[in-house]
């Protein structure tokens, strides 16, 4: 399978490093406007490096694109490439607003190709035993969650992340990652409430999730934070808590109400990662799916509610009132 990629940087970087593990698939152009970021990854991949899209779509006889560009593109370039046939795997959020995500849905439909957007906590393994562990029982029902995710500014780097209108902001960008894993694991949101406080380079921002079962969520995300990059999450349950600490070797652990005869009062289940990178155990599936039709684990209308979700925080934050989300409202399951 033929892979073209849109956007050089470090995720365009990551796709092509994990394209070139998997068996099969082959990165054939890349396109970026920074001349030297694309060369120096086509001299990566061995891949043609292009400046026009269009030459690349038309010249690289690609199955798939990936779109890794600044997500404020995400919509423009996801299009074009469904137009021309190909498939889309575009990097999260899938858009900044829910029209544009209902068009990239809409398109790739009607086109009869596929559309992935890299919600990749969904294969980070001590992610993935967490939601288990839930579905299983392990903690009874589910009634409180902590998530929180922290890093440097990403902006420092890259100036467009300090626009809301092209990064939407570390809601969008970085909560969206654990607005996606609170919804795979306890449903649908029935209402958010909101905060934002920013000065400078400082960028902090709760939110408050009730789902339609009665669990409530509580989610932080900040950029501008000076440790290193740090998350964490729990889900509290009437038989006991589940925990995930980044910042501690043993990242998944589940503490269970003990009975009198039980032996002791905790039960511990070790991270079990691997080696294997999630981003590649994402890609990697997603070929699949294209190559078997099947379903993903993370659907484009996961994705959209993703966002439904980070847009009606942001609205929050904005006006200071709770937000109640539609049932049933969006683009569709497909």
């Known amino acids: 399978m033929k892979i073209a990629i849109v956007g050089c940087g470090g995720l365009g970087t990551v796709h092509a490093d994990?394209?070139?593990?998997?068996?099969?698939?082959?990165?054939?152009?890349?396109?970026?406007?920074?001349?030297?970021?694309?060369?120096?990854?086509?001299?990566?991949t061995g891949a043609r490096a292009f400046a026009s899209f269009e030459e690349m779509l038309a010249q690289t006889e690609c199955d798939a694109v990936s779109v890794t560009l600044p997500s404020h593109l995400h919509k423009t370039f996801a299009v074009?490439?469904?137009?021309?046939?190909?498939?889309?795997?575009?990097?999260?959020?899938?858009?900044?607003?829910?029209?544009?995500?209902?068009?990239?849905?809409?398109?790739?439909?009607?086109?009869?190709?596929?559309?992935?957007?890299?919600?990749?906590?969904?294969f980070f393994p001590e992610y993935v035993q967490m939601k288990r562990k839930v579905e299983e029982g392990a903690i009874g029902r589910p009634g409180v969650a902590h998530a929180k995710r922290f890093g440097s500014h990403p902006g420092l780097k890259r100036p467009w992340?300090?626009?809301?209108?092209?990064?939407?902001g570390a809601v969008v960008d970085l909560m969206v990652h654990d607005i996606d894993f609170m919804r795979w694991t306890l449903g649908e949101v029935q209402t958010v409430y909101?905060?934002?406080?920013?000065?400078g380079d400082v960028d902090y921002n709760s939110a408050t999730l009730l789902f339609e079962s009665g669990a409530v969520a509580n989610l932080e995300a900040y950029w501008g934070y000076a440790g290193p990059f740090t998350t964490y999450a729990?889900?509290?349950?009437?038989?006991?808590?589940?925990?995930?600490?980044?910042t501690r070797s043993r990242s998944l652990q589940i503490r269970k109400s003990s009975p009198g005869e039980a032996g002791g009062p905790f039960v511990e289940v070790p991270q079990s990662p691997g080696y294997r990178s999630p981003f590649l155990n994402e890609l990697a599936h997603f070929i699949d799916c294209i190559r078997s039709g099947e379903e993903p684990?993370?659907?484009?209308?996961?994705?959209?509610?993703?966002?439904?979700?980070?847009?009606?925080?942001?609205?929050?934050?904005?006006t200071g009132q709770a937000v109640m989300l539609q049932a049933g409202a969006g683009e569709g399951s497909r």
């Open 18 to 44: 994990c394209y070139s593990a998997i068996p099969g698939v082959a990165v054939t152009g890349v396109c970026d406007l920074d001349a030297d970021a694309a060369r120096k990854l086509a001299e990566r």
């Open 80 to 122: 074009k490439a469904a137009m021309a046939g190909k498939h889309v795997i575009c990097e999260k959020p899938i858009a900044l607003n829910l029209e544009d995500a209902a068009e990239m849905i809409r398109v790739c439909r009607e086109q009869g190709v596929r559309l992935f957007v890299g919600h990749v906590v969904r």
């Open 161 to 168: 992340f300090k626009d809301d209108a092209c990064s939407g």
């Open 194 to 199: 909101g905060l934002r406080a920013r000065e």
């Open 234 to 246: 729990e889900i509290a349950g009437s038989k006991g808590i589940i925990v995930s600490d980044g």
């Open 297 to 318: 684990i993370v659907t484009a209308h996961d994705a959209y509610k993703a966002l439904e979700i980070a847009l009606a925080i942001t609205e929050s934050a904005r």
